[in-house]
């Protein structure tokens, strides 16, 4: 009998000695911009006015945000708020607005805004005419809901609101030491209808975010992408919707972890 066992965890040592080492997850970076054909180019790749107009207000320059007023909600008061401004403005994508609908909404997307809420899934954003279609310079986006969850966001879970971090505010977020891993509970990695979430092995941290209010009016779709639930999808496929709104905080200037001293 020994002897059996003695083969066996050999066999079993030899299967895990020829197994490819785990990729770690992906973090936040001390992003270096120098090489970024981006960089000096805010409208990205796009071709449509509306699209490049999108892609200016994503890609705006980290600004210090310590002695910014900015109003103070929670998940609940954003959609509040910003659902006020969807009804002023008539629900209109940025190629349908008027001039004067135009300067409405750039005025209300000049707004530093904070949210306080629960991040329980972060991932890489993929490619995108933003950032140039880069692979290495992409966003980050961050699910902040108004309540911890345990698992992976499933069918019946609330939908969350979106938050981005770009290649132009990642190094200041992580020399101001923030770190993803820490704040998610959750990594999702992958392309539908292929995609993983890894634990983190934190539990969702309770979080500030300061930055822009953004319209993704590109993500503007009742039951694919907007509602107050999840419907449809998850596991490896993604979720519809996705997201409570079409509104954003994007870019993130500072997050602030309020789980820190526990």
Not at 84 to 105: K, S, V
Request: net charge negative; charged share 25%.
């Amino acid at each position: 009998m020994k002897r059996v066992n003695l083969i066996s965890a050999l066999v079993l040592w030899l299967f895990a000695a020829n197994l490819p080492a785990a990729e770690p997850l992906p973090e936040l970076r001390d992003l270096n911009l120098k090489n970024w054909n981006c960089l000096n180019n805010p409208a990205g790749t796009a071709k449509k006015l509306a699209d490049m107009a999108r892609n200016r207000v994503k890609n705006r320059d980290w600004i210090d945000v310590a002695h910014v007023e900015a109003p103070q909600w929670d998940s609940r008061q954003f959609v509040a708020s910003v659902r006020a401004f969807d009804t002023q403005l008539g629900g209109h994508h940025r190629a349908d607005l008027t001039p004067a609908e135009a300067a409405m909404l750039a005025a209300f997307e000049g707004k530093i805004v904070s949210l306080t809420g629960y991040v329980v899934l972060t991932y890489p954003g993929p490619k995108e005419s933003c950032n140039c279609g880069s692979e290495e310079f992409h966003d980050w986006h961050v699910e902040v809901l108004s309540q911890p969850l345990d698992h992976v966001p499933k069918i019946g879970d609330p939908t969350p609101i979106i938050c981005e971090v770009t290649p132009r505010t990642e190094a200041h977020l992580y020399a101001s030491g923030v770190r993803l891993q820490k704040l998610a509970e959750f990594i999702r990695l992958g392309e539908p209808p292929h995609l993983q979430s890894f634990p983190t092995g934190s539990k969702p941290h309770k979080v500030r975010m300061t930055g822009y209010l953004m319209w993704d009016d590109y993500h503007d779709a009742p039951g694919k992408d907007i509602g107050p639930t999840i419907e449809t999808g998850g596991g490896s496929d993604y979720c519809h919707p996705w997201r409570a709104m079409a509104w954003e905080i994007h870019p993130i200037l500072k997050i602030e972890d309020l789980d820190a001293a526990e």
